[in-house]
């Protein structure tokens, strides 16, 4: 009788890409255990500029926060050793599968981004608008208009005064529809 290891070996191209749940802020330690384990761990993280106290910082967050992506031949096979990793709360399933993520999807992430799967959207520095701040909406049912910058509003948006009718009326929009004069 001929064993199935020997009628099918072991062959890295058909492993599939796995969703994992992590514990609570501890997905750095479940990916270095796991990888630790010999396993093959995708873990995309998102490096952005965040606004704090009125100044720009850089934040490197996880992508997908408590999830990180494994490839795996069956992944049954490797349970045990995977739930016992530090870090590691499940392997996402629906109904009695495990939940494969398409090769396409991690493709396409890792594409974007650098060899520490850190997607940069720091490259392109947002423009913080000064209050008094003459701008042209670049974007939205408002397009064209020139306006006033009020203030900042979060992150990603501004409060914009914009003259209609004969007066000022105060709008919000996304910092990406509005350009500097």
């Known amino acids: ?34 990888n630790n384990l010999g396993f093959e761990v995708f873990y995309p993280r998102l490096l952005s500029h965040q606004l704090k106290r009125g100044m720009q910082q850089k934040v490197l967050s996880p992508l997908f926060p408590r999830y990180l992506f494994i490839k795996l031949g069956e ?7 995977i ?29 974007l981004a650098n060899e520490e799967a850190v997607i940069d959207q720091t490259r392109e520095k947002p423009h913080i608008f000064a209050a008094g701040e003459q701008v042209e909406i670049t974007d939205s049912s408002f397009k064209g208009l020139q306006a006033i910058v ?12 914009i003259t209609m009718l004969g007066k000022q009326q105060a709008v919000s929009l ?8």
């Open 75 to 81: 992944p049954n096979a490797h349970w045990s050793s």
């Open 150 to 161: 009020k203030e900042q509003d979060g992150e990603q948006r501004v409060i914009l005064l």
């Open 83 to 111: 739930r016992s990793t530090r870090g590691v709360l499940k392997l996402i399933r629906f109904a009695d599968s495990p939940a494969k993520v398409p090769e396409s999807i991690i493709a396409n992430l890792q594409a």
């Open 1 to 34: 009788m001929v064993s199935a290891h020997a009628r099918f070996p072991y062959n890295a191209a058909m492993d599939d890409w796995y969703l994992l749940m992590t514990r609570p802020r501890q997905e750095d330690r479940a990916k270095q255990h796991l």
């Open 174 to 181: 996304p910092l990406s529809a509005v350009a500097a004069i």
